[in-house]
T-cell receptor, first 112, second 114 residues
């Protein structure tokens, strides 16, 4: 069974630009969550989607948004990028909200 | 509000010795508890979970964890450490409530010395 895939793996953007990250969950998994990982803040929850509906949202500004498609694939978007948005963005999928999550390799975003 | 604490930033242990990585949590209701490991330049990998039942949970790679409700702890243990166990370990909790999400601890870096 293929694991969680994330594209692209690396991104370099400048302040003010926007970016879209993509996540393909494990087949059959309907829950997709996104996390921001930084050395100083650790793993911070962004949002969770289940069957195309946002189930939970973390404490991030409205510049961070996401969506989930009918095939469970998910995208997250960050608009008006700031230097502090530089981080590793991890996507995780699971069968349901309370099951163990399987993480992708992440997208490393660098904002210059 | 949910929270997870991992009181040690770094744990050093000699190969062959037992290891313990500590985790304490705070939730309002019943907790679902998880341990994950992150190797350098790789995503997080699931190790084990506690949902209900036996307080001692066994997981991947010989790891186990003990759920202690009175101490609100979920410490990760292994009887004999390997150098290859050196990695970053995260404890996570999720309350049995669709309105809550996973909360991860800050991580503990485990170094197993040969």
């Amino acid at each position: 069974k293929a694991g969680v895939t994330q594209t692209p793996r690396y991104l370099i953007k400048t302040r003010g630009q926007q970016v879209t990250l993509s996540c393909s969950p494990i087949s059959g998994h309907r829950s997709v969550s996104w996390y921001q990982q930084t050395p100083g803040q650790g793993l911070q929850f962004l949002f969770e989607y289940f069957s195309e509906t946002q189930r939970n949202k973390g404490n991030f500004p409205g510049r961070f948004s996401g969506r989930q498609f009918s095939n469970s694939r998910s995208e997250m978007n960050v608009s008006t990028l700031e230097l502090g948005d530089s981080a590793l963005y991890l996507c995780a999928s699971s069968l349901d909200s309370f099951n163990e999550q399987f993480f992708g390799p992440g997208t490393r975003l660098t904002v210059l | 509000a949910q929270s997870v604490a991992q009181p040690e930033d770094q744990v050093n242990v000699a190969e062959g010795n037992p290891l313990t990585v500590k985790c304490t949590y705070s939730v309002s209701g019943n907790p679902y508890l998880f341990w994950y490991v992150q190797y350098p330049n790789r995503g997080l990998q699931f190790l084990l979970k506690y949902i209900t039942g036996d307080n001692l949970v066994k997981g991947s790679y010989g790891f186990e964890a003990e759920f202690n409700k009175s101490q609100t702890s979920f410490h990760l243990k292994k009887p004999s450490a390997l150098v290859s166990d050196s990695a970053l370990y995260f404890c996570a909790v999720r309350e049995n409530n669709y309105g809550q999400n996973f909360v991860f601890g800050p991580g503990t870096r485990l170094s197993v010395l040969p």
